[in-house]
């Protein structure tokens, strides 16, 4: 069982704004950085977000990152075919001096 | 470009050790932070290990401490995991991963192509 809770599955059709939850605890997302991957079969895993809401360069504006509390959310809006994929969040844990990530959630566009 | 290429994988008996090694390209490796991340087949992400980018401060998940070592070779561009008394739920594909700027332990924006480990008798 994963530290930060992901919802296993979630789906879209084109177009359609899709939003991915984080639940942590204070000890990781409520005190630390919150970063998102996305990840196709057989690929090393992307860096979405880092620092909460930042995007690395090259990740389109379609994918957003926010945080309030313990919760964290990926939202990826104009959704596209080649979205699906898997993505995981992640965060520092300070009580577990480990990052830990999410069990992560397989999205499907419809 | 940055390049990181994983190497040493492989089958390995229950109790048998193994050292994989990292090696990094197109970037000034001794500035960042690296860190080791496994992923069983077929099952999500796991992380392993992190150090820092002079070598002095690692980290480990509890699943490994104590049997796994992160160490890094600053003059070779290299990162290594050396993975002792493995046993059958150390089996996945393990990657080696940069973090995304000099200022931040976390967040790992290249990662290898990963090497598969494998341990069964």
């Known amino acids: 069982q994963s530290v930060l809770t992901q919802p296993p599955s979630a789906s879209g059709t084109p177009g359609q704004r899709v939003t991915i939850s984080c639940s942590g605890s204070?000890?990781?997302?409520?005190?630390?950085?919150v970063y998102w991957y996305q990840q196709f079969p057989g690929t090393a895993p992307k860096l979405l977000i880092y620092r909460d809401t930042q995007r690395p360069s090259g990740v389109p504006d379609r994918f957003s990152g926010s945080k309030s509390g313990t919760s964290a959310s990926l939202a990826i809006s104009g959704l596209r075919s080649e979205d699906e994929a898997d993505y995981y969040c992640?965060?520092?844990?300070?009580?577990?001096?480990?990052?830990?990530f999410g069990g992560g959630t397989k999205l499907t566009v419809l | 470009e940055v390049q990181l290429v994983e190497s040493g994988g492989g089958l390995v008996q229950p109790g048998g050790s193994l050292r994989l090694s990292c090696a990094a390209s197109?970037?000034?490796?001794?500035?960042?932070?690296m860190h080791w991340v496994r992923q069983d087949p077929g099952k999500g992400l796991l992380w392993v290990s992190r150090i820092n980018s002079d070598g002095s401060s690692t980290n480990y998940a509890d699943s490994v401490k104590g049997r796994f070592t992160i160490s890094r070779d600053n003059a070779k561009n290299t990162l290594y995991l050396q993975m002792n008394s493995l046993t059958a739920e150390d089996t996945a594909v393990y990657y080696c991963?940069?973090?995304?700027?000099?200022?931040?332990?976390?967040?790992?924006?290249?990662w290898g192509q990963g090497t598969l480990v494998t341990v069964s008798s």
């Open positions: 204070n000890s990781n997302i409520g005190s630390n950085n």
């Open positions: 197109g970037f000034t490796f001794s500035t960042y932070w």
């Open positions: 991963a940069r973090v995304v700027d000099t200022t931040t332990r976390n967040g790992l924006d290249y």
């Open positions: 992640a965060a520092w844990d300070g009580s577990l001096s480990a990052v830990v």
